[in-house]
């Protein structure tokens, strides 16, 4: 699988902005699905993930509330919603594609797309 991100861009607290991250092959409803973001300085982190189905989804603690996951298997393609942004929302943000969900939790992935930045301004 490969993935392929985008969406990402300069925007000011409060804004929305929304993440695609496209996937080629044929096999991208198996999978899980997951974004991470990596701070200026910071370790990547965990910032939200979705069953193969949609059917369960799952949020770090920071952005309950405000992001959404989803995914259109027909498309092939995973979103991420961002409402509300703050200043400390601002990354670089990955997705991350593993058959099983608890790796995409951990990070413990087999895929990775290439990162898409963020930028939020106060």
């Known amino acids: 699988v490969q993935l392929q991100a985008s969406g990402g861009g300069l925007v000011q607290a409060g804004g929305s902005l929304r993440l695609s991250c496209a996937a080629s092959?044929?096999?991208?409803?198996?999978?899980?699905m997951g974004w991470f973001r990596q701070a200026p300085g910071k370790e990547r982190e965990f910032v939200a993930a979705?069953?193969?189905?949609?059917?369960?989804?799952y949020y770090a603690d920071s952005v309950k509330g405000r992001f959404t996951i989803s995914r259109d298997n027909a498309k092939n393609t995973v979103y991420l919603q961002m409402n509300n942004l703050k200043p400390e929302d601002t990354a670089v943000y990955y997705c991350?594609?593993?058959?099983?969900?608890?790796?995409?939790?951990?990070?413990?992935?087999?895929?990775w797309g290439q990162g898409t930045l963020v930028t939020v301004s106060s």
């Open positions: 092959g044929r096999t991208f409803s198996s999978y899980h």
């Open positions: 991350a594609a593993d058959p099983g969900l608890s790796a995409v939790e951990l990070g413990i992935v087999d895929y």
């Open positions: 979705i069953s193969w189905s949609g059917g369960s989804t």
